[in-house]
């Protein structure tokens, strides 16, 4: 799960404040894990709930952990809000040991100084990182190639599609921009008291539109704001447009809090969501058929990948420790409990996910990481803002992507 929902605005004060209390702190020197025999003591693992079932797995995975390190304790901390909450602790100088990091916070608290650097750890214990899917482990990175967290999971979007309805309009699941506006002509009729397609205002949607015509936010450097061009115009045309003519509604619209309910309602047969849908059917909608299908694609295949990190604060006091909950979590033994339940899809390549997942799979190629530059808090809730006035016909897309653009470049500029 990520924090892909939250609003970041909110945090730039309490960056600027962290900032201000690392400024003084002096460097402290990373060491290599030692001999898991020789490693003890007390360390605090802080994470969010997302759900019930989700702190089960993750008190089950610890309970290994200890039985495997039993000269090793580790108390658990669920924080809400969670960054907000771990930024206040950070900042007060007693901050978790290993925690989760979520990849659009990722560059702001590298950059900040609070994690801790793991490539000595990775040497001097030879973890191999060969596993790890590159987009995913690069989301940890920085552009020096200094490694500040390991991917515990990840999930990108795939098209989830109502095999009863699909049938009764006759119609394939669509592979391509053009045949997703065939089938949903089609659909019209088939979805009594909905629509054919769920869509939401949310660029943690959009964006893989975006990247399926070619646009991007921001250049492979991430030093140069992308998003007011032809590519993203047409790719936020062809996804509003969805909605104008008929084809698709939001959540709201559809008497819905988000798509995935809309599918097990059958408010919608197509739905573009993670693989977080996959439990939430099989709990709360076990009859509604349906079916896993890759994204559609137009120029190209385009995704987006969420995932989040176990990572070491720098103010950790105990780093051994520290790194050996963490190479555990993210080694092929805890990632293989953590994902056994199929809540989450493994950031392993040699950790075997649960049955049906193969479209999400399919997309790990082609999926980038929900991540932006750092200080980019206020652009995401200005391009949410404009976004959702977009829907509600109270802005155009011209100047939607003229004002994000504008906003992104100021950004840039301060952080140069």
């Avoid at 390991?150 to 699909?166: C, E, I, R, Y």
């Avoid at 790719?235 to 698709?248: D, I, M, N, P, S």
């Avoid at 996959?278 to 190209?300: E, G, I, S, T, W």
Wanted: hydrophobic content about 45%.
């Amino acid at each position: 799960m990520t924090l892909r929902k939250f609003t970041l605005g909110a945090l730039a004060a309490l960056l600027a404040l962290v900032a201000a209390v690392l400024a003084t702190d002096g460097q402290s020197r990373p060491a290599g894990a030692a001999a898991p025999g020789a490693v003890s003591g007390n360390i605090v693992l802080a994470h969010w709930a997302s759900s019930a079932e989700e702190t089960a797995l993750l008190k089950q995975v610890l309970t290994a952990f200890e039985k495997k390190y039993p000269q090793i304790k580790v108390r658990r901390r669920a924080l809400d809000p969670y960054p907000t909450s771990m930024l206040a602790q950070f900042a007060a100088r007693k901050p978790p040991d290993v925690f989760y990091v979520d990849s659009n916070v990722a560059p702001d608290w590298i950059r900040q100084g609070l994690l801790e650097p793991l490539n000595s750890y990775v040497s001097r214990s030879k973890f191999s990182t060969k596993a790890f899917y590159p987009r995913l482990l690069g989301a940890f990175r920085d552009s020096k190639g200094e490694t500040y967290g390991f991917p515990k999971d990840w999930s990108p979007l795939a098209m989830q599609t109502n095999t009863a309805m699909l049938q009764k309009a006759g119609v394939q699941p669509p592979t391509t921009w053009a045949t997703l506006n065939s089938a949903a002509a089609k659909l019209r009729g088939a979805v009594g008291g909905g629509k054919p397609i769920c869509i939401a205002a949310d660029w943690a949607r959009l964006l893989a539109f975006v990247y399926q015509n070619g646009g991007s936010f921001l250049n492979a450097s991430r030093t140069e704001a992308t998003v007011d061009s032809p590519a993203v115009r047409k790719a936020t045309e062809f996804y509003v447009g969805l909605k104008t003519r008929g084809l698709a509604g939001t959540p709201a619209e559809l008497g819905v809090g988000w798509c995935g309910e809309a599918l097990g309602k059958e408010k919608a047969a197509i739905v573009f969501e993670g693989n977080w849908v996959v439990p939430y059917m099989a709990a709360n909608f076990p009859d509604v058929r349906y079916q896993n299908n890759p994204m559609v694609k137009n120029k190209q295949e385009g995704n987006l990948a969420f995932t989040v990190s176990y990572s070491i604060a720098k103010d950790s006091k105990n780093k051994q420790a520290a790194w050996t909950l963490l190479s555990y979590l993210t080694g092929p033994e805890g990632m293989r409990i953590w994902t056994s339940k199929g809540l989450a899809l493994p950031s392993r390549s040699d950790v075997k996910p649960l049955a049906g997942r193969t479209a999400f799979l399919q997309a790990a190629p082609a999926a980038r990481p929900w991540q932006f530059a750092p200080g980019f808090a206020d652009v995401i809730t200005v391009a949410g803002n404009e976004l959702s006035a977009v829907f509600e016909g109270k802005q155009t897309i011209p100047n939607m992507l003229e004002k994000i653009q504008s906003e992104a470049e100021r950004t840039l500029r301060r952080g140069r």
